[in-house]
């Protein structure tokens, strides 16, 4: 795939920040931190894709936001972008897309309105089809 997807915290219709420590552990021995600013994640030989994220130097335990850039399709990067979504009021959004894919319609409350409603997914097969059928 040649496109980004977006990973953002929310709460109160702002943007909030995901613990680096939790982004590390969902992504856990894929990851390599080639920079502060610039990741990448190894799934096998011929699957990988790159993570830039947005860290501020005020913050440097938190990630404010993940870019996917071109992810590949095996399944555990999916089902890590699942685990991703489990932290708080987290969002995946893409391009193209139907909407901000979310675990718990709650989220909606911590949005901001001009993302649009949430589609509530349970997994990350559910979110690679919604990706793909995009």
């Not at 680096?20 to 990988?48: I, P």
């Not at 685990?83 to 193209?96: A, D, E, K, R, W």
């Not at 901000?100 to 089809?129: E, F, R, T």
């Amino acid at each position: 795939m040649s496109f980004d997807l977006y990973v953002q915290a929310f709460e109160d219709g702002k943007p909030a920040g995901i613990p680096h420590a939790f982004v590390r552990q969902v992504f856990d021995s894929y990851l390599t931190e080639v920079e502060a600013d610039f990741w990448t994640l190894t799934f096998s030989e011929n699957e990988a894709c790159s993570v830039f994220p947005t860290i501020h130097d005020d913050s440097t335990d938190l990630v404010h936001g993940l870019s996917i850039g071109n992810p590949c399709d095996n399944p555990v990067l999916w089902q890590c972008l699942a685990s991703l979504l489990s932290f708080g009021n987290t969002v995946l959004y893409f391009p193209g897309g139907p909407g901000p894919l979310a675990l718990d319609a709650l989220v909606a409350s911590h949005m901001p309105k001009s993302l649009g409603s949430p589609i509530i997914v349970s997994n990350g097969q559910d979110i690679q089809q919604i990706v793909l059928a995009a």
